[in-house]
């Protein structure tokens, strides 16, 4: 499995961005997957997960109500989209896959597959 995910950038604070992630290969059933992000001098942190039917959705408390995970289009692709941004929310963002369909989890140890990252750069 791979993904690929894109539509990071620099916006100001208060600016909306949508991070799509899609996933190709082994993506015959619509599995769970996530986002993580990683600011600069920081440990790796869960913001929203997404269950294989889209029933269960998790967020970050520092991003709950201005995010949304959802899947678009094909089954594996999951987009973020994310308003009100604040310079606190820039960092590396990762998708990832894990090869289980039901719930949703915001456990990074329970995924297996990640993308490459994309970068979301907020000014104030």
């Known amino acids: 499995v791979q993904l690929q995910a894109s539509g990071g950038g620099l916006v100001q604070a208060g600016d909306s961005l949508r991070l799509s992630c899609a996933a190709s290969?082994?993506?015959?059933?619509?599995?769970?997957m996530g986002w993580f992000r990683q600011a600069p001098g920081r440990e790796r942190e869960f913001v929203a997960a997404?269950?294989?039917?889209?029933?269960?959705?998790y967020y970050a408390d520092s991003v709950k109500g201005r995010f949304t995970i959802s899947r678009h289009g094909a089954q594996n692709t999951v987009d973020l989209q994310m308003n009100s941004l604040k310079p606190e929310d820039t960092a590396v963002y990762y998708c990832?896959?894990?090869?289980?369909?039901?719930?949703?989890?915001?456990?990074?140890?329970?995924?297996?597959?990640w993308g490459q990252g994309t970068e979301v750069t907020v000014s104030s």
């Open positions: 290969g082994r993506t015959f059933r619509a599995y769970r």
């Open positions: 990832a896959l894990d090869l289980k369909v039901v719930g949703a989890t915001m456990d990074e140890k329970d995924y297996d597959y």
């Open positions: 997404i269950s294989g039917d889209s029933r269960r959705v």
